[in-house]
């Protein structure tokens, strides 16, 4: 498979955005893994033929625009070279839409954010397991 992060796998729409960021959502899973926060969701009606990522940096933690894209190149680049484990599994298990909140209080090497996105693609490619699992046996 090729390792590209197209314009089909961004996550661009408003609705969808503010769907993934609501408050108190029960549809919003979370967990955290330094430097990351991820928050998804998984749409069973109607799953997007790839997941659709996000990526943030805080402009209150990096006031400058150039450490702010640093961070955002360096989770994406992180991003297209681990999603064959998340984009293998069946598309009704997957997550849809997922947002990778960055959290560090400082700018962090590309290997500990590396390390950092292959961890958490592999817990959300064992929690969508689960989740196809349950599903199989209800």
């Known amino acids: 498979m090729k390792q590209?992060?197209?314009k089909n796998e961004r996550?661009?729409?408003p609705r969808l955005i503010g769907r993934?960021?609501?408050r108190g959502s029960a549809e919003v899973q979370t967990f955290y893994l330094f430097p990351f926060r991820i928050l998804y969701i998984h749409d069973m009606q109607s799953p997007p033929p790839l997941p659709q990522v996000l990526f943030s940096v805080s402009k209150k933690q990096f006031k400058k625009?150039?450490?702010r894209n640093l961070i955002r190149r360096r989770?994406?680049?992180s991003y297209r070279l681990n999603k064959e484990p998340l984009i293998s599994l069946p598309r009704e298990s997957r997550p849809s839409y997922i947002a990778f909140l960055y959290l560090a209080k400082e700018?962090?090497?590309y290997d500990v954010i590396e390390k950092a996105m292959a961890q958490s693609l592999k817990r959300?490619?064992?929690?969508s397991?689960?989740?196809q699992k349950n599903q199989s046996n209800s």
Do not use: N
């Open 65 to 67: 625009a150039v450490d």
């Open 11 to 13: 996550l661009c729409s």
């Open 124 to 127: 959300l490619e064992k929690l």
């Open 75 to 77: 989770c994406r680049e």
């Open 20 to 22: 993934l960021f609501q």
């Open 4 to 6: 590209t992060f197209g």
């Open 107 to 109: 700018i962090t090497t």
């Open 129 to 131: 397991l689960a989740i």
